[in-house]
T-cell receptor, first 114, second 111 residues
Framework: DAGVTQSPTHLIKTRGQQVTLRCSPK?????VSWYQQALGQGPQFIFQ???????QRGNFPDRFSGHQFPNYSSELNVNALLLGDSALYLC?????????????FGPGTRLTVL | DAKTTQPPSMDCAEGRAANLPCNHS???????VYWYRQIHSQGPQYIIH?????ETNEMASLIITEDRKSSTLILPHATLRDTAVYYC????????????WGLGTSLAVNP
C-alpha cells in the first residue's frame, strides 16, 4: 500500500516565477492538506481540500492556491515567488467520514527560491 | 498559536525509555492529543493519538492525565533511529481540522 507521495522532491526557482507541487494521497483517503515548513520551525497550515473544494485555509496570501482532482490527488500552486517562500512543502492525506481523521504525511518538496 | 508546551530538547540513552512530556492546559473536551515525529528534513511521521484513555501501539505509549491537561509519550526502548523532533499537537477533528504545530522537542538518543 503506497503512502502519500509528492513530486518533485526538490525544486529551484527564481523570484517572480510560479511553481506547482503535486501530491497523491494514501489509498482510501479523500482529504488533502498542505503545510509549509520553514527551516527550524514547525509546519504551518496552508489549506485543506475535500470533495474538490477548499474547505479550510490558513493565513497565507492568495498567491497560494490549490486544486483537488476527482481521484483525490492535489496540486499546490504558488505565484510570484518570493525569497521567503523557500521552505519544505508537506502534503498530508486523511479519510474524513465525520471527523477524527489522522493525517499522514508525504516526504515533502523542498523549494528553494533564488 | 499552538496549544501545547514542550521542552525544546531532551537526551536519552540507547535502550532506555524516553519519556517526552507535553502540557496542554487549555484542551477542550472534544480535542485529541496527537504525537508526530520528524527526522531531519523528512515528512512528519504519525506516532499515536488519544482522547482520554492511555493508548499503546507498536511504536509508543501515550499517557494522558486524568484532567487531560498534560500527557507523556513513552518510547519504551529508544534506539538511535528514534533521534528526531517530536511534536505534541492538540487537534479538533470537528470544526478545525488543521494541525497547529509548535516547535516540538528535539530528542537525541545517545549510544
Amino acid at each position: 500500500d503506497a503512502g502519500v507521495t509528492q513530486s518533485p522532491t526538490h525544486l529551484i526557482k527564481t523570484r517572480g516565477q510560479q511553481v506547482t507541487l503535486r501530491c497523491s494521497p494514501k489509498s482510501g483517503h479523500d482529504t488533502v492538506s498542505w503545510y509549509q515548513q520553514a527551516l527550524g520551525q514547525g509546519p504551518q497550515f496552508i489549506f485543506q481540500y475535500y470533495e474538490e473544494e477548499e474547505r479550510q485555509r490558513g493565513n497565507f496570501p492568495d498567491r497560494f492556491s490549490g486544486h483537488q482532482f476527482p481521484n483525490y490527488s492535489s496540486e499546490l500552486n504558488v505565484n510570484a515567488l518570493l525569497l521567503g517562500d523557500s521552505a519544505l512543502y508537506l502534503c498530508a492525506s486523511s479519510f474524513n467520514p465525520s471527523g477524527g481523521d489522522t493525517q499522514y504525511f508525504g516526504p515533502g518538496t523542498r523549494l528553494t527560491v533564488l | 498559536d499552538a496549544k501545547t508546551t514542550q521542552p525544546p530538547s531532551m537526551d536519552c540513552a540507547e535502550g532506555r525509555a524516553a519519556n517526552l512530556p507535553c502540557n496542554h492546559s487549555t484542551i477542550s473536551g472534544n480535542e485529541y492529543v496527537y504525537w508526530y515525529r520528524q527526522i531531519h528534513s523528512q515528512g512528519p511521521q504519525y506516532i499515536i493519538h488519544g482522547l482520554k484513555n492511555n493508548e499503546t501501539n507498536e511504536m509508543a505509549s501515550l499517557i494522558i492525565t486524568e484532567d487531560r491537561k498534560s500527557s507523556t509519550l513513552i518510547l519504551p526502548h529508544a534506539t538511535l533511529r528514534d533521534t528526531a523532533v517530536y511534536y505534541c499537537i492538540v487537534y479538533n477533528a470537528g470544526n478545525n481540522r488543521k494541525l497547529i504545530w509548535g516547535l516540538g522537542t528535539s530528542l537525541a538518543v545517545n549510544p
